[in-house]
Each structure stands twice: as structure tokens, then as C-alpha cells.
């Protein structure tokens, strides 16, 4: 095994300042563990960009709300440590909650410094029923970029929206780094990979399908000349298994994640839903 496992800012720093000793660059690919094929792609894509590669494996305390899944999130840092190994990360950084925050760790804490992007962006979408999600999101990112101060950082276009407060949040706080939006990756019929899936039953594996499948038509539906999203939107619903538990599907502009009601080019249409207790997004970029 070549990737080394770090838990302690200190010693990460003085890995990266070795690196930038020899003109280096460095590529970060943040996550909450529980590492898939997407993260696979993740890493491969930064080891194809950077010359070293960080994988920071942190289940983020500040960014779950009291009733969700902070406490049953999947931790398997053997696993991680095992896969990013196989795609070529030289270290995988896995702090604990005490390290990244000392005692601060719940999100309603009043005593630290928090990152809060702009409340149109968290008013929306996941925010709406994620309250202080984004917030969380942003402040343990910019602590990552300070700790790891990467050249480039790679996420998952599959949380488009997270996507883009962190873009937005590199652009406003002229953080001195690229993000690199990288595609949804899939099981073959469709599921989009996501950590949370483990929690699915074999049923609810089946019916979660659906998030994919509407997206799926509603892509046909457009290349075939419907652009009215209204119409979209019903072709769709049509599509969506009654035992799944729409929370929301929208058509924003990816450049400025206006609501839009013709699509056009560039335009992100976002699904979040419930099968059983499990929340699932998905996306597709039209
Ligand atoms: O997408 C995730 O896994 C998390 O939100 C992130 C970006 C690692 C921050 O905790």
C-alpha cells in the first residue's frame, strides 16, 4: 500500500510543503467516506491532472440537520483506504470531528466561524428541507482548501447544487484554486451511485430506479422538441413510482440557477426524492 492514511492537520501540512518544496501540484478530492466507483472517477481524473492527490475521508458533523443521518452514515475507512490506494491517492486524510472543530461539532453551535453562501442558492432545492446544509458544506470545504490548499478540487456533478456554491464560493472568497466538476457515474441500469444507496432494501433498490428513469424521459421528451418545463414536469411525474416520495423536481439555468420555464442549453433538471427513509438526488444536465 502506497497511500499513506493521515488524521492530524499537522502532519498533512508538512506532507504538502515537502511536495510544494518540489514544484508539485495538488489535486483534493473532499468526501464523506463510504467510497464508490464515483469517487473512484473522482480520483482517477484528479491523479490524471495533479502530480498528488489528497482524499480527505470526513463524515462533516456541521452539515447534518438533528434528524438526519449523521450517526448511520456508512463509515468504512478500510475500504476507503483500500480503494483509494487501487486509483493511486498518496494520501488519504481522515480527521476526526474533535480535529477539524475541537468541540464545536453540532450544526445549531453558535461559536464558530461559519462560510454562509448566498440565500438564494440555499433557499432551494436540498436547502429547502436541509436547512444549514450549504452552510456546513461551505465552512468544512474552505477548511479543507486552507488545510490542504490544493491546486484542484474535484466533486461530483451528481450534488449540482453543492457544485455550484462551491463554485461560487471559490469566485467570491478569490480562493487561488480550480474546482473540477466531474459526471454522474451509474450502475448499468441507471442508479446514480451515492453512499446512501447501501441503505436501500432490494425493493426499495427497484423503485429508487425511477429517479433515473424520469430524468431519462424527460431528456427524450426534450430532444424530441418539448421545452415547456411544465410539460416536462408532468411527462415525468407520470413516470415516478408511487412509492417513492417526490420532494422536488426543478429546471434551474446551471449558470445562474435561475428557476427556468423553456429549457435551454444548460439547463440542470434536479430530482429529490424519498424511497422508504432514504433521501435520493439525481440529476441530469440537458
Ligand atoms: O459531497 C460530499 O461528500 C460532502 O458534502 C463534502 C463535499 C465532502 C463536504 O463534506
Known sequence: ????????????RLKIKEWRKEGLTVGLVP??????????SLIKK??????????SVFVNPIQFGPNEDYDKYPRTIENDLKLSNE??????????PIEMYGKNTSLSNTELTFVCPPYNLVDCLCGKSRVGHFDGVATV???LFNIVTPDYAFFGQKDAQQLFIL???VKDLNLDLTIVPCPIVRENDGLALSSRNTYLSADERKRALCLSKALKHIE????????DTDILFDTAISILDSGVEMEYLEFRNFETFEKVEKV?????VAIAAKVGKTRLIDNIIL
Open 141 to 143: 470545504v474552505l477548511k
Open 46 to 55: 484528479a491523479k490524471e491532472t495533479c502530480d498528488k492527490v489528497v482524499v
Open 31 to 40: 468526501t464523506m467516506g463510504a467510497l464508490h466507483n464515483g469517487h473512484a
Open 264 to 268: 435551454q442549453a444548460n439547463t440542470l
Open 87 to 96: 486509483y493511486g491517492a498518496d494520501i488519504v486524510f481522515a480527521p476526526t
Open 220 to 227: 427524450k421528451t426534450y430532444l424530441q422538441g418539448i421545452t
Open 167 to 169: 463554485k461560487k464560493m
Open 1 to 12: 500500500m502506497n497511500t499513506i492514511l493521515l488524521n492530524n492537520i499537522t502532519d498533512l
